[in-house]
């Protein structure tokens, strides 16, 4: 790969990111090359970098993106995701309104029966017809 002065790249490596995830690094400049370089600011963002570096994905995850970003829009996609959603938004609300995080009593038994509890009382919440997570039918 060339940048926009005619440098060709000058590492590349594979690494593991954050997310454990196999991204390839490429450096395209050595800083000696991109410090004199009158055209540096056009390749980096930040004033303090002294080299261009970007973040590729592997080939198989780069081809799958389109692919999977396509079936996002099918209506297939859309019903199961609205199914993972109230899911979601079920486990949330028992965080939230009923501090699912901490456990207010110690012990295995009891910790259980407050969480079966917090459930119960949930699902009431969600199917109750004039809740707020319950629309109204028009």
Excluded: N
Excluded at 17 to 29: A, C, G, K, M, Q
Excluded at 74 to 81: A, F, G, I, L, S
Excluded at 118 to 127: E, P
């Amino acid at each position: 790969m060339r940048g926009p002065s005619g440098f060709a790249s000058t590492q590349w490596h594979h690494g593991r990111s954050v997310e454990r995830l196999p991204p390839i690094r490429v450096r395209f400049f050595s800083p000696a090359d991109c410090g004199t370089c009158p055209q540096l600011h056009e390749c980096l963002s930040s004033p303090k970098a002294r080299h261009r570096e970007i973040h590729l994905r592997p080939r198989d995850d780069y081809e799958a993106l389109p692919q999977a970003r396509k079936l996002q829009t099918t209506e297939e996609w859309k019903d199961r995701h609205k199914i993972r959603a109230e899911v979601e938004g079920a486990v949330s609300q028992a965080v939230l309104v009923c501090s699912l995080r901490r456990a207010r009593y110690r012990g295995l038994p009891r910790s259980s029966l407050q969480h079966q509890l917090t459930g119960a009382a949930v699902h009431l919440i969600r199917s109750h017809p004039g809740s707020p997570t319950h629309p109204e039918p028009p």
